[in-house]
């Protein structure tokens, strides 16, 4: 699911870099929209007189909130994961986006920010991880394969 950029609410913070340069490091929130227990943190410039803004970002993201087991059952499964975010970082077609993944073998939630335009020659990127452990979706997670070893 892809969302429009973060507006103004979830702004959180707005660092800015000196007197004369017009780049501040904006500070936003984003909750997943499936997992509503996860909130991301992301961290990226932001220019104000330029074409483009630079690509380097940051994200961070924490358990909020509680996780379901039926939360987990709607989300892409797949290598690739969703799309949890798309904002537009120039009028050249050069985005920010957010990926989920699901890391199944280790009951971890990876959330990957990305620039979708090179620079300097490789796409910018941040990775976060939210593991699952101590949380009463692993019980249930690890139930659900105990049951189906026992029918193997």
């Not at 950029?5 to 004369?20: H, I, P, Q, W, Y």
């Not at 220019?47 to 989300?75: E, K």
């Not at 699901?102 to 020659?121: F, M, P, Q």
Request: aromatic share 6%.
């Amino acid at each position: 699911m892809a969302l429009g950029g973060c507006s103004d609410k979830n702004e959180v913070g707005d660092v800015s870099l000196g007197l004369f340069t017009t780049k501040d490091i904006k500070l936003e929130m984003l909750s997943d929209p499936k997992i509503e227990g996860v909130t991301c943190y992301i961290s990226h410039i932001k220019a104000d007189l330029d074409l483009a803004d630079p690509s380097d970002m940051s994200i961070a993201c924490r358990q909020t909130g509680p996780i379901t087991l039926q939360m987990l059952q709607g989300i892409d499964r797949s290598k690739s994961g969703e799309v949890i975010f798309s904002t537009s970082k120039s009028v050249l077609f050069k985005s920010l986006k957010v990926r989920r993944i699901y890391d199944e073998a280790n009951r971890t939630l990876l959330y990957v920010s990305y620039s979708t335009k090179e620079s300097n020659g490789s796409p910018k990127h941040s990775l976060s991880a939210v593991p699952l452990w101590g949380n009463p979706v692993w019980e249930q997670l690890e139930q659900q394969k105990r049951e189906a070893q026992s029918k193997n």
